[in-house]
C-alpha cells in the first residue's frame, strides 16, 4: 500500500527509528500506526535478544543537580561511536531528567517511570532496534543535602555529584569540589567516613610493606599507623590537597569561604578507560 511521508515523518519522531525501519513497519502494518510502533518495538526486543551476550563498556555519564538534589546516570552501549551520538546522548538526558524529577530510590525504580508513554526500561529496549547495539541502564545513584552541584567531565566518561550542610554556596566552590571529586577520586569525606574494613586493609598493607623493607617488628605497627596518616590525607576529600593550591586542602578552602562550610555527601562514577 501507498505510505505517505507525513506518516513516516510521524511514526519516527515518536519512535526515534530511522525513516526506512519507518515505513517498512507501517507497510507492515498495512497503515495502522499503532501497530507500527508495536512492529519497532519488537525489532528492538528481537535485537536486544540477539546482542545479549554483547559487552556494552561504552556508554554515557551524565549528571545533574537542582537545589537540595542531585543525580547521575549511566547509559552503556557498545561503541564509542554510538556513545558520542547526539541522538544517544540526548535519549541520555531525558532519562536524566526524569531520574532528577522523580527521584526514584533506585535503578529498578528508575526503569520503571515512565518516558514518552512508556517505561524506561521498555525505551531502552526500543533504542536498541534504532541504533543496533547492546544499550543498558545500569547505573543511577541519588543524593539530597543543602545545595547540590553536579560536574560532567569533558567526554562524558566521568561525573560528580557533591552535597553540602550549607543552602547558599558559590557556584565557583561548589564546582571546584565537585572537580576535585572528579579529579582525586576520594574514598571518603573525613577520615571518620572511611569504613573500617578499608582501614584495616590499608594498615595491613602498610604493615606488610614495612616488614619487606627491613623494618624492626616492634617498629611496624607505629609505621604502619604513619602510613595510615598519610593514606587519610591523600584519600579523603576534606584533607586532600586542594587541586588548584596545593598549599591549602579542600577543608581549608571551604572554611575560606565560609567557616561552617562542609560536605555531606558525594558521589562519583567513571567508565573504564
Known amino acids: 500500500m501507498q505510505i505517505k511521508a507525513a506518516d513516516v515523518a510521524k511514526l519516527r519522531k515518536a519512535t526515534g527509528a530511522g525513516m526506512m525501519d519507518c515505513k517498512k513497519a507501517l507497510q507492515e502494518a498495512e497503515g495502522n500506526f499503532d501497530k507500527a510502533v508495536e512492529i519497532i518495538r519488537e525489532k528492538g526486543k528481537a535485537i536486544a535478544n540477539k546482542r545479549a551476550d554483547r559487552e556494552a563498556t561504552e556508554g554515557t555519564v551524565l549528571a545533574k543537580a537542582n ?8 547509559l552503556n552501549c557498545e561503541t564509542d561511536f554510538v556513545a558520542k551520538n ?19 530510590e533506585d535503578l529498578n525504580a528508575l ?8 517505561t524506561i526500561a521498555d525505551a ?15 547505573y543511577y545513584e541519588k543524593i539530597s543535602a543543602e545545595y547540590t552541584v553536579a560536574y560532567i567531565h569533558p567526554g562524558n566518561r566521568l561525573a560528580t555529584i557533591v552535597g553540602f550542610n550549607q543552602p547558599d ?70 584533607n586532600q590537597a586542594f587541586i588548584k593550591d596545593g598549599k591549602k586542602s579542600v577543608k581549608q578552602y571551604l572554611q575560606e569561604n565560609n567557616k561552617d562550610l562542609t560536605v555531606t555527601v558525594f558521589k562519583r562514577f567513571t567508565l573504564n578507560v
Open 67 to 74: 537545589g537540595k538534589n542531585g543525580v547521575i546516570i549511566v
Open 86 to 104: 547526539e541522538n544517544f546522548v540526548a535519549f541520555a538526558n531525558s532519562i536524566l531528567d526524569i531520574a532528577l524529577n522523580e527521584k526514584p
Open 111 to 118: 526503569k520503571e517511570l515512565k518516558l514518552d508513554g512508556k
Open 124 to 138: 531502552v529496549v526500543e533504542q536498541i532496534g534504532v541504533i543496533g547495539e547492546k544499550l543498558e541502564l545500569s
Open 169 to 238: 554556596v558559590d557556584e565557583q566552590v561548589a564546582k571546584d569540589v565537585a572537580m576535585q571529586v572528579a579529579a582525586m577520586d576520594p574514598v571518603a569525606i573525613d577520615k571518620d567516613n572511611v569504613s573500617q574494613e578499608v582501614i584495616d586493609e590499608e594498615f595491613k598493607i602498610a604493615r606488610e610493606k614495612a616488614r619487606l623493607e627491613g623494618k624492626p617488628e616492634e617498629m611496624l605497627d607505629k609505621i604502619a599507623t604513619g602510613r595510615l596518616g598519610k593514606f587519610f590525607k591523600e584519600n579523603t576529600l576534606l
